[in-house]
Nanobody, 120 residues
């Protein structure tokens, strides 16, 4: 079993910055792809950014040039640095880890979600 704990959300003015963190713990043999997603009420969860085990990143067009995803594999942590925030970035943000455990199973895990609110 793997647990994910997110932190770093909050209220910020437009143009400001926030850094989200997500730490994984538990039966982790290998971290595969990791990512951040966001979901507003009554909306589908949408991809924000992903990073694979080779360090290749992918971003939603709406956040390119403003958000940066990074990892610290030694700490089983993924970060999302969010700059130049806009009111439309207001959402609940979820981290996602692809994990291979010590039995060889590969599963996806989700964080509990952290609220990001950007005021105009």
């Amino acid at each position: 079993q793997v647990q994910l704990v997110e932190s770093g959300g909050g209220l910020v003015q437009a143009g400001g910055s926030l850094r989200l963190s997500c730490v994984a713990s538990g039966s982790i043999f290998r971290l595969n792809a990791m990512g951040w997603y966001r979901q507003a009420p009554r909306n589908q969860r949408e991809l924000v950014a992903t990073i694979n085990s080779g360090g290749i990143t992918n971003y939603a067009d709406s956040v390119k040039g403003r958000f940066t995803i990074s990892t610290d594999n030694a700490k089983n942590t993924v970060y999302l640095q969010m700059n130049s925030l806009k009111p439309e970035d207001t959402n609940v943000y979820y981290c996602n880890f692809g994990v291979t455990d010590y039995t060889g199973r590969s599963l996806d895990y989700w964080g509990q979600g952290t609220q990001v609110t950007v005021s105009s």
